[in-house]
């Protein structure tokens, strides 16, 4: 029951950062481990235009998958936020109110993740797998979800993967190499921004002891009540740690001790 670590890679566009984005991609193909690439099907957010779009953009993405070396999923429709909507997760958890999909109607969900799915058909990528954008999404969003096929989730703060509206989470909770005792942690990385000394925090991770899964792997995990149990327990803790180093008055009374400390 040792811990599990999964890598996604997350804003998979023709202008993303190329140089990066294989740095990594060879990285963990060294070492054998699977990411899950986030591709932004329509991409129109001008943070995630970091380079001339590339022509060879799909046929290196179904290269990729058909040789094993990833695994792909649908990130969004086009990126772009329309409204300061958080979702099911959203603040409460530390993520930035922001959205493409939640707080949208049902319909106006549907379409848009439709149009999405439509343009990765069209380039022969079929994934049952979704990745929303900044976190949020709504109960709206996995009907549709489900509706159009999708079965899988990369997200939900827990320590194991569970069911929830009929689709399956695997939960994703850290933004750099970690170890926990137990459970599924999922490691999220942004190539187009990441610091560069991250790179070789990732190499020794990837040179540890540790178990590596892909997320097919994760998803087909059978939740127990005691996963349950345990996954409300962490959920609390991410909550309680969110709120902890947000809130202004606790980070004001910190500051002051550091420094009645250091006077002392
Ligand atoms: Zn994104």
């Given at each position: 029951?040792?811990?599990?670590?999964i890598?996604?890679?997350?804003d998979?566009?023709?202008?993303?950062n190329?140089?990066?984005?294989w740095q990594y991609?060879?990285l963990?193909?060294?070492?054998?481990?699977k990411p899950?690439l986030?591709?932004?099907p329509?991409n129109k957010?001008?943070?995630l235009?970091?380079?001339?779009?590339k022509?060879d953009?799909?046929?290196?993405?179904?290269r990729?998958q058909?040789d094993?070396i990833?695994?792909?999923?649908q990130?969004g429709?086009?990126?772009v936020?329309?409204n300061?909507?958080g979702?099911?997760?959203?603040?409460?958890?530390?993520?930035?109110?922001q959205s493409?999909?939640?707080?949208?109607s049902y319909?106006?969900?549907y379409?848009?993740?439709?149009?999405?799915?439509?343009i990765?058909?069209?380039?022969?990528?079929y994934?049952?797998?979704w990745m929303?954008?900044?976190?949020?999404f709504?109960n709206?969003?996995l009907?549709?979800l489900?509706?159009l096929g999708?079965?899988?989730?990369?997200?939900?703060i827990a320590?194991f993967?569970?069911n929830y509206?009929?689709?399956d989470?695997?939960p994703?909770?850290?933004?750099g190499?970690?170890?926990?005792?137990?459970g599924?942690v999922?490691?999220c990385?942004?190539t187009?921004t990441v610091?560069?000394a991250?790179y070789?925090k990732?190499?020794?991770?990837?040179?540890s002891?540790?178990?590596?899964?892909?997320?097919?792997?994760?998803?087909?995990?059978?939740?127990?009540?005691?996963?349950n149990?345990?996954?409300r327990?962490f959920?609390f803790?991410?909550?309680?740690?969110?709120?902890?180093?947000?809130?202004?008055t606790i980070?004001?009374t910190?500051r002051?001790i550091k420094?009645?400390?250091?006077?002392?």
């Amino acid at each position: 029951m040792s811990a599990k670590y999964i890598y996604r890679m997350d804003d998979i566009t023709p202008t993303m950062n190329w140089k990066r984005f294989w740095q990594y991609i060879n990285l963990f193909e060294e070492h054998g481990v699977k990411p899950l690439l986030g591709i932004v099907p329509d991409n129109k957010d001008p943070k995630l235009m970091i380079e001339e779009s590339k022509q060879d953009f799909w046929e290196t993405m179904r290269r990729l998958q058909a040789d094993g070396i990833v695994e792909i999923c649908q990130h969004g429709y086009q990126h772009v936020y329309v409204n300061k909507e958080g979702g099911l997760l959203g603040p409460k958890y530390g993520f930035k109110a922001q959205s493409e999909f939640a707080g949208l109607s049902y319909e106006d969900q549907y379409k848009k993740i439709e149009a999405g799915k439509e343009i990765l058909q069209r380039e022969k990528i079929y994934t049952d797998v979704w990745m929303a954008p900044s976190h949020s999404f709504d109960n709206n969003t996995l009907k549709a979800l489900y509706e159009l096929g999708f079965r899988a989730v990369t997200d939900g703060i827990a320590l194991f993967p569970y069911n929830y509206k009929r689709m399956d989470f695997v939960p994703q909770q850290y933004w750099g190499p970690q170890n926990v005792f137990v459970g599924i942690v999922t490691i999220c990385l942004h190539t187009d921004t990441v610091e560069e000394a991250l790179y070789d925090k990732i190499k020794k991770h990837l040179e540890s002891d540790l178990k590596f899964i892909s997320f097919s792997e994760a998803r087909n995990f059978k939740s127990t009540h005691a996963t349950n149990l345990l996954n409300r327990i962490f959920n609390f803790y991410y909550m309680f740690r969110s709120w902890f180093n947000e809130n202004k008055t606790i980070l004001k009374t910190k500051r002051m001790i550091k420094k009645v400390i250091r006077k002392s």
